[in-house]
């Protein structure tokens, strides 16, 4: 069972190893050793640049790696993904792994500073992943995916005007927001017009999965 097609428990909240990760997803063993290496080269280059929290290394299979792939369970038949601000590889990266070797499995990793995207670049060219790398701005871009993703890059009212492009392209978001969603949101709909589903997160209580759809201006700019 791939992990596209798997169906996660919603129980499963607190993924605490590799094992249970596996276990949870369907990821195949190929996907554990390159999930395992981007913790290694994650730690190593978060020595030299703030990725993520040094605190939440530790809990890479939950907080990090899980977190991420949950994204795959709201959208099984998407293929074409687009991070933005994909910095660490969160979630970008992970999805790149999960979806290797699925026919037209591919995601674009966006990321504005160049520092990242070094980081960003070894870690797809040492996994041979599906992923391309764009050293730009994502509102500067018009890729045609499926699925545009972010997580901790801005809040929803900018995030939305970063992914508007995306839309026009015909893609539907999957964001990962904290437990401030609900003020997000009252703040985007004074400048956005869009439907959405909240769902809670898989890998902590207090996060949540933001699904939106249908973005368009509340008012001229």
Not at 19 to 43: H, I, K, N, P
Not at 76 to 102: E, M, N, S, Y
Not at 121 to 138: C, F, G, M, T, W
């Amino acid at each position: 069972m791939s992990v596209a097609s798997a169906q996660l428990d919603p129980l499963q909240i607190g993924v605490t190893d590799a094992a249970s990760f596996q276990a949870a997803t369907g990821a195949s063993d190929q996907a554990m050793a390159d999930l395992e290496r981007f913790r290694v080269l994650l730690a190593e280059w978060n020595e030299k640049m703030n990725l993520v929290g040094p605190a939440s290394l530790p809990s890479f299979w939950n907080r990090h790696a899980w977190d991420s792939a949950q994204l795959l369970s709201y959208a099984p038949d998407a293929r074409v993904w687009a991070d933005l601000g994909a910095g660490a590889g969160l979630p970008g990266v992970v999805l790149a792994i999960l979806l290797k070797g699925q026919d037209g499995g591919y995601v674009h990793l966006v990321e504005s500073m160049a520092k990242r995207c070094r980081f960003l670049s070894e870690v797809v060219l040492e996994l041979d992943l599906p992923a391309e790398i764009h050293n730009a701005r994502a509102e500067d871009l018009s890729l045609k995916t499926d699925i545009v993703t972010a997580r901790a890059c801005a809040p929803l009212e900018r995030l939305l005007g970063y992914a508007q492009p995306y839309f026009k392209r015909g893609a539907t978001a999957l964001f990962l927001k904290g437990q401030d969603v609900a003020s997000e949101l009252t703040e985007a709909t004074k400048y956005w017009k869009f439907n959405s589903d909240l769902k809670p997160s898989l890998s902590d209580p207090r996060g949540f999965v933001l699904q939106v759809k249908g973005l368009s201006r509340a008012r001229p700019v």
